[in-house]
């Protein structure tokens, strides 16, 4: 094809064949073109569309990959997956994201004109460019949104996969905790031989059905997530929904188990106790037969009584006798054993053996009857007479012996012969009859004998088995991997002291026990003799709580697991952890047993003090598990000494200074505290309820008061209510009205105050002497007219007021503390005579006895209370107020001044503070210069001018407290007159 040429010579020529708009400016038209630019674009563009290429094969690949990936079948796989998946996927993102960025910047480039110049007019290839650029970008958005279509699908299986490896994970562990449920219930084939076993059986069940509860939580938990996946839609329903029915069956199937279990030990409990009721009244019966005499029925009297005691126990038989067999078998049939059935036919047997003997002895005693009744037939003077005449004739009284004997010795012969071989089924079901044969009662200790040393053999070798299969298997180097970290070297605190008890009881206890095997009545003398070495039971209870704890955080470890397969426990190591606990509480029931059967043996004494040292014990370790429980107290508990009593009581407060507040409320509500006695303080705590299992859930006991023993009185009755009584502090500056729960308790504390404050009084009298013997060598003498030593008045003074004060305790039963220490002389304080121990009693009103006025501080005390105490004056206190009525013992202010007007008298100046201490004989004051520290002797007609009208800060006239009474009222306490100094105690305060 030849196409024409033609030949320009000019631009003109040009434009008349190519319009100038098609024209770049250097060729004279008006079309902008730049070539660099078209370049530059055109590179871009086939750049871009590369890319756009290239990105959406690779999402395709990538999709493929997604789509053909395998799903794993375990949780880590699963989430690998998930976790790789989704790093490619945001790759992906992160390309298709740079290429919308470059093609944006390329229509950018391509517009730029337009952007600069609105009326610029793009050329056609401008604008072609803009029309691939602009299909290649909604090629991208379409690639990219295919993509996040595929993904979301893809992601939500994969999490669904995941949520179904974490369900079929957790469903195994689920499955197999309830099958090891089933087994463990598996294993309840006993239904018991006895009521205690049966209990005991109940108890374990009860505890593995408390174990499984938390396992059926998580199955139904899990049922009910698997339920949540099937309604979301689940890809796996045909996986998830078997599971879930699998769970709930097995649910179910254990529930059912459960309640059939423990209905066939209800069963099982009931029929044994239909057994030992049967047994408890045939031995009765037997003892009834054994235990009447045969001079008994000697009487008609006698006779008739004892037929009436037969009758009246036969009559006890509806609600004892076991029914027919026949209805047993039909009733429990379920539950019978071979053994059940055999103990079943044995105890009708023996129920029918005891009523051939009753209906025996019943006919025996209506023919004695009978016999008694031949002499009145006859008519005779006074036949009545003869009939009631306790002592029978001879020939009647032969008679009766020839038809009573042989039933009797038989009953009695046979009532032997059964004891010896059946004590040990029977003796708990007849510890309270009474047992007049010695034969008997030897049998029966010899049995407790055995019993005590049985126990005592199965309880060392528990000991041993714990100590050597747990305690050594923890330091172990081939069981060190199966400890975790939080339970290494917790050895002490898991096991406490157990190897110190082990060895007491292994090498010395249970051999010193076999030594009285024949002579079981002397074991109280074995645990007199031990009775100090029981003390290490205290420690080993206070361990208790630590041990429990720790036990409960590491119960489930493989370690413990592992050891109880090894020594074939059926029970875990927190059951023997107890036995301690438990064969310390069982030595008082066993003491308690020989007790009953040796009232009139030789050791019999021992035994009642070994039975009331060992409950001491008990009593001691149970305060001590009280005592650790008290928080707050910055002291040191020991140096409180022994801890005798603690108790929960309602407590009113009242004070005489600075306390309105409290006294006007301690009348209407009382504060709930919790008292600790000891031998030199009172603690009041309060009382803590503890959330938690176990020991966790023990109370605890914060601190809040404690009053010193040695300024304590107490006054033991308040009107109107027979459990209240008082303790008060410091001459009744603090008064706490105590409420026991019952009288008893009140009396038992009580008792127990009133003895250390005897004791008390007992060491005050003893230092009493001590520094009368002392002060026969140290005070000045005074002029006395009869040549009277001061020190032998004073010892006379002593004697007497000893006398008075013979008792601590009150008509009212009010005592007072008198253990206060007497500091050395040249110190504030008070010398020992005989003024200074007077006592102060707060005495009930009583015919015959005059009342006192009280101080001013004790009136108001008083006042608005329902105290049942007024205080009164004895009759040695008011010969003493008549020789002298205006001065007692007590601090006093000097209003005039007393030159000294000898070498033995004391100096006294104006407004100096003075304390009279104890008067002496020929009018004569013991007097001291709180000031100056001075001691002396000082006339009374001299004191009376140098104190005016000067009041004892610790007791006023009762001129000043009641019109009228001329007597003085002392009403300091002991702990005041000595000057004692005392620790200021916060109130109790809620």
Request: glycine residues 4%; charged residues 25%; aromatic residues 6%.
């Given at each position: ?472 298997e923890m330091d172990s180097p081939l069981m060190a991997h199966l400890i975790l970290p939080g339970l290494q070297n917790k050895k002490d605190v898991l096991f406490g002291n157990m190897e110190e008890i082990y060895h007491f009881h292994n090498r010395i206890f249970l051999r010193e026990l076999e030594n009285y095997i024949e002579y079981p009545e002397l074991v109280g003398r074995c645990f007199l003799e031990r009775m100090e070495d029981f003390q290490i039971y205290e420690k080993y209870c206070q361990n208790k709580p630590r041990s429990e704890s720790l036990w409960r ?438």
């Amino acid at each position: 094809m030849k196409l024409p040429i033609i030949m320009l010579s000019s631009l003109a020529e040009l434009n008349s064949y190519i319009d100038r708009t098609q024209l770049t400016e250097d060729l004279g038209g008006t079309l902008d073109y730049c070539h660099n630019r078209w370049l530059t674009h055109r590179t871009a563009i086939e750049n871009f569309a590369q890319m756009v290429k290239q990105t959406a094969k690779n999402l395709r690949s990538f999709g493929t990959e997604l789509a053909e990936t395998e799903l794993p079948n375990d949780v880590q796989s699963t989430s690998a997956l998930l976790t790789a998946h989704t790093e490619n996927k945001d790759k992906m993102k992160e390309d298709l994201r740079i290429a919308l960025i470059q093609g944006q910047d390329i229509l950018k480039s391509i517009r730029k004109p337009v952007f600069e110049n609105s009326e610029y007019n793009m050329n056609p290839d401008q604008l072609e460019n803009q029309t691939t650029v602009e299909r290649l970008l909604a090629q991208l958005d379409e690639t990219e949104a295919a993509f996040d279509d595929f993904w979301s699908k893809h992601q939500q299986k994969l999490e669904q996969c995941l949520q179904l490896r974490h369900f079929e994970l957790e469903f195994k562990e689920v499955k197999a905790a309830l099958d090891s449920v089933s087994e463990r219930l598996s294993h309840f084939t006993e239904v018991g031989n006895s009521c205690s076993h049966v209990e005991h059986i109940l108890k374990d069940l009860t505890s593995s059905e408390e174990k499984s509860h938390e396992i059926l939580g998580r199955a139904k938990m899990l049922i009910s997530k698997g339920d949540q996946f099937i309604q979301n839609n689940h890809y796996a329903v045909d996986s998830i929904l078997p599971k879930c029915n699998e769970l709930q069956h097995h649910c179910d199937a254990i529930a059912t188990a459960v309640n059939k279990i423990r209905a066939f030990l209800n069963q099982s409990h009931e029929l044994h106790s239909r057994l030992e009721k049967s047994m408890k009244w045939c031995d009765e019966g037997i003892f009834l037969l054994a235990s009447q005499p045969v001079d008994k029925c000697q009487s008609q009297d006698g006779a008739e009584s004892a037929l009436q005691e037969i009758e009246k126990f036969l009559e006890t038989g509806g609600d004892n006798k076991l029914m027919e067999l026949n209805y047993l078998f039909r009733e429990y049939e379920a539950i019978l054993s071979e053994e059940l059935m055999e103990h079943i036919q044995k105890v009708l047997q023996k129920q029918e053996s005891m009523e051939e003997m009753f209906q025996k002895r019943h006919v025996s005693l209506k023919k004695l009857a009978a016999k008694q009744m031949r002499p009145v037939q006859p008519v005779a003077p006074r036949p009545e007479n003869c009939l009631k005449s306790p002592c029978p004739s001879p020939g009647l009284q032969r008679d009766t012996e020839d038809s009573s004997s042989p039933d009797s010795l038989m009953v009695r012969g046979m009532y032997l012969r059964r004891i010896k071989r059946e004590i040990s089924e029977i003796h708990q079901n007849r510890g309270g009859s009474v047992m007049d044969d010695e034969e008997n009662l030897a049998v029966l200790r010899k049995h407790v004998m055995n019993e005590l040393l049985e126990t005592e053999r199965a309880y060392v070798e528990e000991l041993l088995c714990v100590l050597e299969g747990y305690a050594a298997e923890m330091d172990s180097p081939l069981m060190a991997h199966l400890i975790l970290p939080g339970l290494q070297n917790k050895k002490d605190v898991l096991f406490g002291n157990m190897e110190e008890i082990y060895h007491f009881h292994n090498r010395i206890f249970l051999r010193e026990l076999e030594n009285y095997i024949e002579y079981p009545e002397l074991v109280g003398r074995c645990f007199l003799e031990r009775m100090e070495d029981f003390q290490i039971y205290e420690k080993y209870c206070q361990n208790k709580p630590r041990s429990e704890s720790l036990w409960r955080q590491f119960s489930d470890s493989v370690f413990f697991q592992e050891c109880q397969r090894k020594l074939d426990h059926k029970l875990s190591l927190d059951s023997y952890l107890l036995k301690p606990v438990q064969r310390i509480t069982k030595y008082q029931l066993l003491l308690k047993e020989m007790l009953k059967y040796s009232k009139n043996c030789e050791g019999a004494e021992d035994l009642q003090e070994a039975l009331t040292s060992i409950l001491g014990i008990l009593k001691a370790v149970n305060d001590s598990m009280h005592q650790i429980a008290i928080t707050g107290y910055d002291g040191n508990l020991n140096e409180l000494g022994k801890l005798l009593m603690q108790g929960s009581f309602s407590v009113w407060t009242d004070h005489k200074k600075g306390h309105s507040k409290v006294k006007d409320l301690a009348r209407f509500k009382p504060m709930q505290r919790h008292l600790f006695l000891h031998e030199k303080a009172i603690l009041f705590c309060k009382k803590r309820e503890e959330n938690g299992e176990g020991y966790e859930k023990a109370p605890s006991y914060s601190f809040k008061n404690s009053l010193n023993m040695t300024a304590v009185g107490i006054t033991e009755n308040v009107k109107g209510d027979a459990k209240k009584f008082e303790i008060w502090y410091n001459a009744r500056e603090e008064v706490y009205i105590i409420q026991a729960p019952t009288a008893e308790v009140k009396a038992t504390w009580v008792n127990e105050i009133r003895k250390v404050l005897t004791s008390q009084l007992q060491a005050c009298r003893q230092a009493s002497q001590h520094r009368v013997l002392e002060h026969t060598h140290s005070l000045p003498l005074p002029a006395s007219s009869n040549n009277t030593s001061p020190s032998r008045n004073e010892a006379r003074n002593i004697r007497k007021q000893e006398e008075r004060s013979a008792g601590v305790v009150s008509p009212d039963g009010c005592v007072t503390s008198v253990a206060s220490k007497y500091p050395e002389k040249g110190k504030e304080t008070a010398s020992p005579t005989a003024k200074s121990q007077t006592l102060p009693m707060i005495l009930l009103s009583r015919p015959g006895w005059s009342k006192t006025s009280q101080s001013l501080d004790a009136s108001e005390e008083n006042d608005g209370w329902s105290s049942a105490e007024d205080p009164l004056n004895s009759s040695d206190a008011e010969e003493e107020v008549k020789v002298e009525k205006k001065l007692t013992p007590g601090k006093y202010t000097v209003v005039a001044d007393h030159d000294r007007g000898g070498p033995e008298d004391l100096v006294l100046k104006s407004g100096e503070l003075v304390q009279l201490i104890h008067e002496g004989e020929d009018g004569l004051w013991y007097v001291k210069n709180l000031t100056t520290s001075k001691e002396g002797w000082v006339p009374v007609n001299s004191l009376l001018v140098l104190l005016g009208n000067s009041k004892s800060a610790i007791s006023l006239s009762s001129s000043e407290s009641a019109a009228g009474s001329s007597t003085l009222s002392s009403s300091s306490s002991y702990s005041e007159s000595c000057n004692v100094s005392s620790i200021s105690f916060s109130d109790i305060k809620g």
